[in-house]
């Protein structure tokens, strides 16, 4: 059964940090590449950081540029996003995806909320 569960979501202040993390099962990890993306309150979906399937690679939406960094261990079917500098309009549901060619999964998401 494939399963992502994130986890390390919660309440912080502007400027504090925050270390989510999406344990996997069910499917070969080493195969995936894998995103974390972020929905806020009415508006859309967005990416907000990629890794590749070996870690090789990775990408990271403007505006957490310099601020998140994006990691995964193979061994261990972890995928992580520790995020620094947070600020309020980090707030947001974070879910993580796995995708290997047509395949999708996705996880339930954690809440982060940046406020004073």
């Known amino acids: 059964q494939v399963q992502l569960v994130e986890s390390g979501g919660g309440l912080v202040q502007p400027g504090g940090s925050l270390r989510l993390s999406c344990a996997v099962s069910g499917f070969a990890l080493s195969n995936y590449a894998m995103s974390w993306y972020r929905q806020a309150p009415g508006k859309e979906r967005e990416l907000v950081a990629s890794?590749?399937?070996?870690?090789?690679?990775?990408n990271y939406h403007d505006s957490v540029k310099g601020r998140f960094t994006i990691s995964r261990d193979n061994t261990k079917k972890t995928l992580a996003l520790q995020m620094n500098s947070l600020k309020p309009e980090d707030t947001a549901m974070y879910y993580c995806k796995a995708t290997w060619g047509q395949r999708a999964y996705w996880g339930q998401g954690t809440q982060v909320t940046v406020s004073s």
């Open positions: 890794i590749s399937s070996l870690g090789s690679y990775t």
